[in-house]
């Protein structure tokens, strides 16, 4: 046998044995609630996780009964540092990519939160389903919910029409983004993006995305332009501002500390569309 032959014959070797792993390996779904121990009040949100240890495409968007989906199926993504691959989350060298939903109850008693299918290689692997016991309202105290309610009111994305005289009386539209000190931005992504282009008008890019200190609605806030439109006048034509829609995601502080004594944050997320100021 040549050097060459041998070389193949080895290259054979590692595949097979490779390939082989890769089939017996034992496909596990899960899932679990977050910083929950299983009893909630009606006015609290309850996060959940679905797990998977391949690299499958994604869960189903289907409702959950006697809860409302409030944020969701949102990735958690990492690097695998053996492969370099895009993955949910990289653990001891194993591939593990999760989902999350926050889920609002609907009603009281014990429910349960159906269980979830994933495909991976044309078969499904089902996540068993969660029991929730709903109380009467609480005072709210736990992280997630006081998080998402904090968002939900005090972040805002807003549209603005500055007139600009100096350029032929064209006008900017700008797309804003308004936090509070008390949540950490993580990253954002666009869903929808207004299309003037009827209008003649051009995105202007934005190349520093870095917070500055704004008072809004009489707050202390800090605020990122997103989006700004040039666009010629448009007198004399029916023009509407059309609204940006965006996935942001954000963190929390949690109640828990390291072991530097440093406050753990958790990770949220929601869609937010921009309202006209």
Same mark, same amino acid.
């Given at each position: 046998?040549?050097?060459?032959?041998?070389?193949?014959?080895?290259?054979?070797?590692?595949?097979?044995?490779?390939?082989?792993?890769?089939?017996?390996?034992? +496909?596990?779904? #899960?899932? =679990?609630? %977050?910083?929950?121990?299983?009893?909630?009040? @009606?006015?609290?949100?309850?996060? $959940?996780?679905?797990?998977?240890?391949?690299?499958?495409?994604?869960?189903?968007?289907?409702?959950?009964?006697?809860?409302?989906?409030?944020?969701?199926?949102?990735?958690?993504?990492?690097?695998?540092?053996?492969?370099?691959?895009?993955?949910?989350?990289?653990?001891?060298?194993?591939?593990?990519?999760?989902?999350?939903?926050?889920?609002?109850?609907?009603?009281?008693?014990?429910?349960?939160?159906?269980?979830?299918?994933?495909?991976?290689?044309?078969?499904?692997?089902?996540?068993?389903?969660?029991?929730?016991? +709903?109380?009467? #309202?609480? =005072?709210? %105290?736990?992280?997630?919910?006081?998080?998402? @309610?904090?968002?939900?009111?005090? $972040?805002?994305?807003?549209?603005?029409?500055?007139?600009?005289?100096?350029?032929?009386?064209?006008?900017?539209?700008?797309?804003?983004?308004?936090?509070?000190?008390?949540?950490?931005?993580?990253?954002?992504?666009?869903?929808?993006?207004?299309?003037?282009?009827?209008?003649?008008?051009?995105?202007?890019?934005?190349?520093?995305?870095?917070?500055?200190?704004?008072?809004?609605?009489?707050?202390?806030?800090?605020?990122?332009?997103?989006?700004?439109?040039?666009?010629?006048?448009?007198?004399?034509?029916?023009?509407?501002?059309?609204?940006?829609?965006?996935?942001?995601?954000?963190?929390?502080?949690?109640?828990?500390?390291?072991?530097?004594?440093?406050?753990?944050?958790?990770?949220?997320?929601?869609?937010?569309?921009?309202?006209?100021?």
């Amino acid at each position: 046998m040549t050097h060459f032959n041998k070389y193949l014959f080895l290259l054979s070797l590692i595949f097979s044995f490779y390939h082989g792993y890769t089939q017996n390996k034992e +496909v596990v779904f #899960s899932s =679990e609630l %977050v910083g929950n121990d299983g009893v909630i009040g @009606i006015n609290e949100l309850v996060k $959940i996780k679905f797990t998977g240890n391949v690299d499958f495409d994604g869960i189903s968007n289907l409702p959950f009964k006697d809860f409302k989906i409030i944020s969701g199926p949102t990735p958690s993504i990492y690097t695998d540092k053996e492969t370099g691959k895009r993955v949910r989350k990289e653990s001891s060298g194993s591939l593990l990519k999760s989902y999350y939903y926050i889920l609002m109850p609907e009603k009281l008693g014990i429910l349960n939160i159906r269980a979830e299918q994933m495909e991976f290689k044309e078969r499904l692997y089902e996540a068993p389903p969660i029991g929730i016991k +709903v109380t009467d #309202s609480v =005072e709210i %105290v736990d992280y997630i919910t006081s998080g998402m @309610i904090t968002a939900q009111e005090e $972040i805002q994305l807003t549209a603005e029409v500055i007139y600009n005289s100096t350029h032929k009386n064209s006008l900017n539209v700008v797309y804003k983004l308004f936090f509070p000190y008390s949540i950490g931005l993580q990253r954002f992504g666009f869903l929808k993006v207004p299309d003037y282009s009827k209008f003649k008008g051009v995105d202007a890019p934005i190349t520093d995305y870095e917070p500055k200190k704004e008072n809004h609605d009489g707050k202390n806030y800090r605020s990122i332009i997103l989006k700004s439109f040039i666009v010629p006048s448009a007198k004399g034509e029916e023009f509407e501002i059309e609204p940006l829609s965006i996935e942001l995601f954000f963190e929390v502080p949690t109640f828990e500390l390291d072991s530097n004594g440093s406050r753990i944050y958790e990770s949220l997320y929601f869609h937010l569309d921009s309202v006209l100021k």
